[in-house]
């Protein structure tokens, strides 16, 4: 089962999916480009003990 979150690219402002992986814990965080304006995007992802996901982006 693949699960993913949406982030708002902090540049561009467009949406982007992403896959979570559980494996990598609660608290996650890291550089991604942005598949639409190329800009680097820190991800921050966090997940909830009640199943929740949020992922929230920063421009680098």
Request: with cysteine; hydrophobic share 35%; net charge negative.
């Amino acid at each position: 089962m693949i699960e993913e979150a949406e982030y708002i690219c902090d540049t561009c402002g467009e949406e982007i999916v992403i896959p979570i992986d559980r494996s990598a814990g609660t608290s996650q965080r890291y550089v991604e480009d942005c598949p639409v304006c190329c800009r680097a995007n820190v991800i921050h992802v966090t997940l909830e003990s009640d199943g929740q996901v949020t992922a929230r982006a920063q421009a680098e």
